[in-house]
């Protein structure tokens, strides 16, 4: 199945076709009320950890080491995806922050980690239930 996640600033206007819109940024963005931004939701558990933000903010850490910590925070906590592909499953979604550049944010991560859970979860879906399911068709035989 195909699903349409988009990526979005927030300072940008909304649109009938941004579908369900998340902000996922730990901090509410300056100068917005949430009025004018029609946010489905606030979702901070998908964004990065308050110490990692810092680390990359600090340079303490490379923006590919951010990367591959924040694929460890999601991958340890997986849980923290689950509304968002719910989101993802409706229809369209759209992932909001107020990064400068999007594409060297964190976004794309979380948007790629979101695909492949929905994927995983969709295979999972196609393979045959417990064996008890299928108890019937044995009888049969």
Not at 109 to 115: E, F, G, K, V
């Amino acid at each position: 199945m195909s699903y349409a996640i988009s990526l979005k600033r927030i300072y940008s206007p909304h649109a009938p076709e941004d579908g369900a819109r998340v902000l996922v940024d730990r901090l509410w963005p300056r100068g917005k009320r949430r009025e004018s931004l029609a946010l489905t939701e606030w979702y901070r558990d998908a964004s990065p950890s308050p110490l990692l933000n810092r680390q990359l903010r600090q340079d303490e850490i490379s923006p590919k080491v951010f990367a591959v910590r924040y694929r460890g925070e999601l991958r340890d906590h997986p849980e923290c995806l689950i509304p968002l592909m719910r989101y993802a499953r409706q229809g369209k979604l759209t992932l909001l922050s107020a990064a400068r550049n999007l594409e060297e944010s964190y976004l794309p991560l979380l948007r790629q980690a979101l695909l492949e859970a929905l994927r995983q979860e969709d295979a999972e879906d196609l393979e045959p239930a417990s064996p008890p399911c299928y108890r019937h068709q044995l009888r049969d035989e």
